[in-house]
């Protein structure tokens, strides 16, 4: 498979996308397989790394994830973190990518195919990320005991669980919501914490229907996020606010300014 073909795969899975160059560099490299230079629109992939052209589309894929999150956040009018590439956005760009390729039949999920892999996942979500998620929602249990008996003998609950359980009170909180919520102990831990994590009963129920169907945490992670937008922040709201901040500070130095001239005036010089 040459670069032209790579390329032309590629562009299956997302047509309105910026132009780029994709280029094999004909080397081996033992820090990475792949590279993109967003400033150059180029993905480079060291395809001497590999001996299997579905290894290769799954690195050609993970760049090409990068020139799709980079694109869209400069259509968005965002400029992309270059110090922070592999965000919850990229991940989630990335695995629809790869749903896309599997269906296409341009790359293979070679992990379903293997016996012994699909065995030792079920056998990791039974024994481990089930048995979490059930050992989670009897902790949320009995922390909910534990906040009844502090109302009943009038005790503070955070201090009950920050200083003498000595754990985060977020942490505690979250817990205690996987049980209310009865979340599906099968999702674990942190599938179940992201649940817990959406106020809104829909939003939340779309959530693990999505988990339910394959999705991947960022995946569902992004799909929140979405649903529910970060209201921009008014510029002039911002300054008038920082020009409160600083009027109110000038007047406190101000005060505090008059108080030291009095108590200096009571020394003789």
Do not use: W
Not at 239 to 245: A, D, T, V, W
Request: glycine share 4%.
């Amino acid at each position: 498979m040459n670069q032209d073909t790579v390329k032309s795969k590629l562009l299956e899975l997302e047509t309105e996308i910026e132009e780029f160059s994709l280029i094999f560099s004909g080397k081996t490299s033992k820090k990475v397989n792949g590279l993109y230079h967003p400033n150059e629109r180029e993905i480079i992939i060291h395809n001497r790394n590999f001996t299997d052209d579905n290894l290769l589309m799954y690195t050609a894929i993970h760049e090409f994830a990068h020139h799709v999150h980079f694109c869209r956040a400069r259509q968005g009018g965002v400029e992309p973190n270059s110090t922070r590439a592999h965000t919850v956005e990229f991940r989630a760009i990335f695995h629809d990518l790869l749903v896309l390729a599997e269906e296409k039949g341009s790359y293979s999920n070679t992990i379903l195919l293997v016996d012994e892999l699909r065995t030792l996942a079920d056998t990791i979500r039974e024994r481990f990320m089930r048995i979490n998620g059930e050992l989670m929602k009897d902790f949320g249990q009995a922390l909910m005991e534990a906040e009844r008996l502090c109302q009943k003998h009038g005790a503070r609950f955070e201090d009950f669980v920050e200083r003498v359980l000595r754990m985060p009170r977020q942490t505690a909180g979250t817990i205690m919501k996987m049980r209310a919520m009865d979340l599906p102990p099968d999702l674990g831990y942190e599938n179940m914490k992201t649940l817990a994590g959406v106020r809104n009963t829909q939003s939340r129920q779309e959530a693990l229907e999505a988990f339910r169907q394959g999705a991947s945490p960022d995946q569902v992670k992004q799909a929140l996020r979405t649903r529910e937008p970060v209201t921009p922040k008014d510029p002039v709201k911002a300054l008038e606010l920082e020009k409160r901040r600083i009027e109110k500070s000038l007047t406190q130095l101000h005060q505090r300014l008059e108080e030291l001239e009095l108590q200096l005036a009571q020394y003789p010089r």
